[in-house]
């Protein structure tokens, strides 16, 4: 999904959602704005709010006809403050509800001015007004209360991945891992980078060569203290593909708390959500066009006019993705798969052949969307949850953060891991549209929850505080770390209420 990283570009975006129901018409004022875009407290990379549009106090439940004709904007409250905000077009979600994004390349202190217009209407309570100071994602300004930046967010007070993931080290041992991973996985081949977090600032040091993808867990952590002050902690994260720590809790000696973004049924790794999503959370609107925002906006045709096939697009990374193929070529009236991309199994493209690349929105064309896992989880499940296409997804023992929320025949349909069972669920699907309809609304509306922008922040938030909690010796910062510093921002004013010069001086 992610691609090659690109530039960053100086440039911000903000997004918005709004809902509506089959031919009826617009009621501005009846209309709901809600959403994380609405509060100055909530600093996110793109802000976004939701907005339900009612006539006759019904909800609409589809997108009303024409042409969207919600209009944002969002300015300075000061007419001494410009600020550069980028409000791109409301992403119509085809259910009524629309999603509004914005992105400020600058803080204000005065205040936003959002204005929401139907027509000309103003729409609920429009104007808003979020008083400042209201900061930019770039602004260096940690709230120093953790809990009162978890109550601004709303973060969910449990979260049962982290739970599990704790249950397995009551207490951490900074001075045993520091003995024994190097050893077991600082290899030459190796994908480790040991972090030391000391006064919320980040240091590091790499133990294999494989740890370019460290500038994903660089953006995270850096963004994560500008908005929060993080606890002292010294851990080590896992870059690599496979979660790595496959001793039993009852083992001597015990499991070692590796941190990693896939999770699998035969490891302890702690899990974080994949550099994937949480890339795309931070870049939105820059340098990543597929978003977990975006996508929601372009989910293609709406359920009757979906093509009646399962579809599957994707590298070789996997053996069931090439039976898929094979299974596709014996019954094309069920099933489109093709190999875009040939590197482990490449012997087969001869026979398979070679499927063209397809954007990725473009697989909404199709009515259910078949995942199987490549070299781990497959990273594009939860943009395929976002979809409104009926999920297939192979049974497997790979998970990332969010999974365990998610049940087979409510959220998705579940499918062997050989894929024996494929054609008869597919068929299934068709002959019971009003079931397949159903699990894909209910797999689409809890992927909207799970997988929104701040549950994201306080996921990884929390991962840091349980495992600051149980560390028994000091963080400290070792030979060969490295200060990661925050990135330049000197075209952007911000001036942060909490480092007053006063008690800086102090
Ligand atoms: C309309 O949608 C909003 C937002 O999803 C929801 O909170 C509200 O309960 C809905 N109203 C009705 C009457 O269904
Ligand atoms: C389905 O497609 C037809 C033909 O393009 C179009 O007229 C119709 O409005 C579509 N139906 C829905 C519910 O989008
Ligand atoms: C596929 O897996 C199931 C168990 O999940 C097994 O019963 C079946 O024999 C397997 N089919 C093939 C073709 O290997």
Request: one cysteine or more; proline letters at 7%; charged letters at 25%.
């Given at each position: 999904m992610l691609g090659i990283p690109q530039a960053p570009l100086l440039r911000l975006q903000l997004a918005l959602l709004v809902a509506a129901g089959a031919g009826a018409r617009v009621s501005a004022p009846r209309s709901l704005v809600w959403g994380p875009g609405l509060q100055a407290a909530v600093v996110l990379p793109v802000r976004y709010f939701l907005q339900a549009v009612d006539s006759d106090g019904r909800n609409l439940t589809s997108s009303p006809p024409g042409q969207t004709q919600f209009k944002v904007f969002v300015k300075s409250l000061s007419p001494k403050e410009s600020a550069r905000i980028y409000v791109p077009k409301p992403l119509d979600r085809n259910d009524g509800t629309f999603l509004v994004r914005y992105r400020m390349h600058e803080t204000v202190h005065e205040g936003l001015k959002v204005e929401v217009l139907y027509g000309g209407e103003h729409v609920a309570q429009s104007p808003y007004i979020l008083k400042g100071p209201v900061y930019h994602e770039y602004c260096d300004c940690p709230e120093e209360d953790p809990q009162a930046w978890q109550e601004t967010l709303s973060?969910?007070?449990?979260?049962?991945?982290?739970?599990?993931?704790?249950?397995?080290?009551?207490?951490?041992?900074?001075?045993?891992?520091?003995?024994?991973?190097?050893?077991?996985?600082?290899?030459?081949?190796?994908?480790?980078?040991?972090?030391?977090?000391?006064?919320?600032?980040?240091?590091?040091?790499?133990?294999?060569?494989?740890?370019?993808?460290?500038?994903?867990?660089?953006?995270?952590?850096?963004?994560?203290?500008?908005?929060?002050?993080?606890?002292?902690?010294?851990?080590?994260?896992?870059?690599?593909?496979?979660?790595?720590?496959?001793?039993?809790?009852?083992?001597?000696?015990?499991?070692?708390?590796?941190?990693?973004?896939?999770?699998?049924?035969?490891?302890?790794?702690?899990?974080?959500?994949?550099?994937?999503?949480?890339?795309?959370?931070?870049?939105?609107?820059?340098?990543?066009?597929?978003?977990?925002?975006?996508?929601?906006?372009?989910?293609?045709?709406?359920?009757?006019?979906?093509?009646?096939?399962?579809?599957?697009?994707?590298?070789?990374?996997?053996?069931?993705?090439?039976?898929l193929v094979q299974l596709s070529k014996e019954n094309p009236q069920l099933l489109d798969a093709g190999i875009t991309g040939y590197f482990f199994f490449q012997e087969k493209e001869k026979e398979l052949g070679k499927a063209k690349l397809m954007g990725f929105f473009d697989f909404f064309k199709y009515k259910y969307q078949v995942n199987v896992d490549g070299t781990v989880a497959a990273y594009r499940f939860p943009y395929l949850m976002l979809g409104d296409s009926l999920v297939l997804k192979q049974e497997s023992p790979y998970y990332e953060h969010f999974y365990v929320a998610l049940r087979p025949w409510k959220h998705y349909i579940p499918v062997r891991r050989n894929l024996s069972d494929l054609l008869e669920k597919v068929r299934w699907a068709k002959e019971n549209d009003d079931e397949a309809k159903k699990i894909a609304k209910e797999g689409q509306l809890t992927a909207r929850d799970l997988l929104q922008p701040p549950r994201l922040f306080c996921y990884y938030y929390r991962v840091l505080q349980k495992y600051a909690e149980r560390q028994t010796s000091k963080p400290t910062i070792r030979d060969g770390m490295e200060l990661v510093p925050q990135p330049e921002d000197a075209t952007s004013f911000c001036r942060c209420h909490r480092k007053t010069p006063g008690r800086e001086e102090l």
């Open positions: 973060c969910p007070d449990t979260e049962p991945q982290i739970e599990q993931d704790f249950t397995a080290f009551p207490s951490i041992n900074l001075q045993q891992m520091l003995k024994e991973i190097p050893k077991r996985f600082g290899d030459e081949r190796g994908a480790v980078v040991h972090y030391t977090i000391v006064n919320n600032h980040i240091h590091r040091r790499s133990l294999g060569k494989y740890t370019d993808f460290k500038m994903f867990s660089d953006e995270i952590l850096l963004s994560l203290a500008r908005k929060v002050t993080l606890p002292d902690l010294e851990f080590y994260i896992n870059l690599g593909d496979w979660p790595l720590e496959h001793r039993k809790v009852n083992d001597t000696p015990g499991p070692i708390p590796i941190i990693s973004w896939c999770g699998s049924l035969d490891s302890r790794d702690i899990i974080l959500p994949t550099y994937d999503v949480t890339h795309s959370i931070l870049e939105a609107m820059r340098g990543v066009t597929n978003d977990l925002l975006s996508v929601q906006g372009n989910t293609g045709p709406s359920w009757i006019n979906k093509t009646e096939k399962a579809f599957f697009r994707g590298r070789d990374s996997r053996e069931e993705r090439l039976q």
